[in-house]
């Protein structure tokens, strides 16, 4: 979680084209990283799904921030922490 926020409290202060376009990217980095690799170990195993959850909730803020709704399947947490970015980027 605190990586993500970190992610988005970091672009505050940049235009919407940019936040999307850097979400984009970091939503195919994820899906990438989550769909790479072998699954041999347990290690490797919770790797991938971490990536998926980051891919997932991206994906989420993403959708948030293009679209301008809450996407259905959102954490509350992410909806929360979605708000106060917009917040803080309309002031």
Do not use: N
Request: aromatic fraction near 4%; include cysteine.
């Amino acid at each position: 979680m605190k990586e993500i926020e970190g992610l988005l409290r970091s672009l505050v202060d940049v235009d919407r084209d940019m936040l999307i376009s850097v979400l984009s990217m970091e939503v195919q980095t994820a899906t990438k990283i989550a769909m790479s690799g072998h699954q041999r170990t347990a290690w490797q195993r919770a790797k991938r799904q971490g990536a998926i959850e980051r891919a997932a909730r991206l994906a989420h803020i993403l959708a948030y921030f293009r679209d301008g709704g809450i996407p259905a399947g959102m954490s509350e947490d992410d909806r929360e922490l979605c708000i106060a970015i917009a917040e803080r980027r309309s002031s």
